[in-house]
């Protein structure tokens, strides 16, 4: 009996059967991992029925520093990187509703951080070091501090003043993500960002923090970095290498200082110099590997016109009044009128951590778009505005996929 083509037919359906399974893995696999590379934002599902978005390339870098985060972290947005940053400031260039701030020069650049020297030891500043922080080298190359404006520049007469500030903690992504959205949307040609252009001046800056990026996104291993929290989610770095050397872990419990740190004088005083002294509105962008989702006030801000628009516009975001300035952070300090900036309505916006991209990116118009109710004379006072019932709990712990898209929702 001849078993040779027995064989060889066993042989070929094993191959085949290899071949489909060795395809399929890498299918799934291309579909389950981030993997590094050249992305445009228009390559992805979420923006692309968004007109108003540019096709915006950029290398992708995925988060993989946190590998026990829970929820997974290919769930989150991709890490905003300091590269990214640089290519999109670039790519304002050409627009001519985009200039530099008076402080920053024809680049848009305000300065350079300090950084941090290769080989020099940094110890954790406080009684609970971080696990492995010895065995980090925390070197960090000066990093430029971008500052620039959107507006008509041809349009005269008094304009409404806005500060948009972000990436004051460095792995709060989304937060970065959100003031994206918000200025593609300013700079769009769509008839409402003309309006608003033409009424209102916004003054940039969109990294606040990047020596505390760059250590977060290329030094360390966050994993080993992460400290447990009693409300589940972990507690990351959030300063950068000169505040951890003068004691201090957090870069947004330090702007009622002066002298102290290069990066938050050269902000303040950007800010001071470029809108001489006083503004509207502001927005401090925030939002990372946290279960807080929100935005917050004064009660002042909270009873302006401008909050009505976002009520309307944004019925499920929570809302929270402070009752205080709390000094010691970006928004707090510019509430403070005897600090020689002063805002009249500060606002921080936090999305939680698992908010579904594609409604970053419909918050980040919405926050525009507000602007749009305020100099068109239609936007509501906010007890105009009854929200439905039940209203999300800010506090929601959010888990699972399905519970961010319920919230996002």
């Not at 749009?372 to 039940?390: Q, R």
Request: one cysteine or more; aromatic letters at 12%; glycine letters at 6%.
């Amino acid at each position: 009996m001849n078993i040779r083509p027995v064989f060889n037919l066993t042989l070929s359906r094993i191959c085949k059967i290899g071949f489909l399974i060795a395809t399929f893995i890498i299918i799934i696999t291309g579909c389950t991992q981030n993997t590094k590379g050249p992305v445009s934002l228009k390559d992805h599902e979420w923006t692309q029925h968004y007109e108003w978005i540019r096709d915006f390339g950029y290398e992708r870098i995925p988060i993989t520093n946190i590998k026990s985060l829970w929820p997974p972290s290919e769930l989150f947005v991709p890490a905003y990187t300091l590269d990214m940053i640089d290519n999109y400031v670039e790519s304002l260039h050409n627009l001519p509703w985009v200039m530099p701030t008076p402080s920053a020069d024809e680049n848009m650049i305000l300065g350079k951080t300090p950084g941090w020297p290769e080989g020099k030891e940094l110890l954790w500043p406080d009684s609970t070091p971080l696990q492995k922080w010895e065995e980090l080298d925390p070197f960090v190359p000066p990093q430029n501090i971008y500052g620039f404006m959107i507006t008509d520049p041809d349009e005269d007469g008094e304009k409404i003043k806005v500060i948009l500030t972000g990436g004051i903690h460095p792995v709060e992504y989304n937060g970065s993500w959100a003031l994206h959205a918000m200025i593609e949307f300013l700079i769009s040609d769509n008839q409402h960002a003309r309006d608003i252009r033409r009424k209102v001046i916004f003054f940039v800056y969109p990294s606040a923090n990047p020596d505390g990026r760059y250590l977060a996104q290329k030094r360390l291993d966050l994993d080993d970095l992460v400290r447990p929290h009693p409300e589940g989610h972990p507690d990351v770095v959030r300063g950068n290498p000169e505040l951890y050397a003068a004691g201090e872990i957090d870069m947004n419990r330090v702007w009622r200082t002066e002298g102290r740190f290069a990066i938050v004088d050269i902000l303040k005083d950007a800010m001071i110099r470029d809108t001489g002294g006083r503004a509207d509105y502001s927005w401090d962008f925030h939002g990372g590997f946290r279960i807080r989702h929100d935005y917050r006030a004064m009660p002042d801000a909270m009873g302006s016109l401008y909050a009505g628009a976002l009520k309307k516009r944004e019925p499920g975001i929570p809302r929270r009044i402070q009752s205080q300035a709390l000094d010691e952070r970006l928004w707090g300090w510019l509430a403070l009128e005897d600090n020689g900036m002063y805002v009249k309505y500060p606002f921080l916006y936090e999305p939680h951590a698992l908010m579904e991209k594609e409604r970053i990116f419909e918050v980040g118009r919405s926050l525009a778009l507000a602007f749009y109710d305020v100099v068109t004379g239609i936007a509501p006072h906010p007890d105009e505005i009854e929200l439905p019932d039940p209203q999300p709990d800010p506090n929601y712990h959010i888990s699972t996929p399905e519970r961010a898209r319920r919230l996002s929702k």
